[in-house]
């Protein structure tokens, strides 16, 4: 099975699991998220963006120190630059259109 599948079959799995859990036990959904998933999940985000932005970036870098032409390296610079700041402000409207329509604040 690759890795694909696998994160399908685990996404199913999580979403049953939660569901089941809510259903038979939602006295326990508060007192497991305080105290067990929020700093899971904290901990996790911050180790995505301790590891992922900087290899990210340097993988950009290394790309445009690859550049055989020096002429071209004024070119691909501005290339690399753009699309970085671009899929960046996508990522960023995206999440806080989702952060706006969800509201995951106003919960009960």
């Not at 079959?9 to 998933?37: E, Q, R």
């Not at 992922?52 to 020096?70: D, E, H, K, M, Y």
């Not at 699309?83 to 509201?103: D, F, K, R, V």
Request: hydrophobic share 60%; aromatic share 8%; no cysteine.
């Amino acid at each position: 099975m690759n890795l694909s599948n696998l994160i399908l079959v685990a996404l199913g799995a999580g979403i049953v699991f939660g569901a089941m859990l809510n259903g038979f036990f939602p006295a326990l959904i508060l007192p497991l998220d305080d105290y067990i998933l929020t700093p899971v999940g904290q901990v996790f985000l911050r180790l995505i963006q301790f590891v992922v932005v900087p290899i990210v970036f340097s993988s950009l870098i290394l790309g445009l120190t690859r550049v055989q032409n020096a002429a071209r390296i004024g070119r691909y610079l501005i290339r690399l630059m753009t699309g970085y700041l671009l899929t960046s402000t996508l990522a960023l409207l995206i999440g806080m259109a989702t952060a706006l329509l969800l509201n995951p604040h106003s919960a009960p």
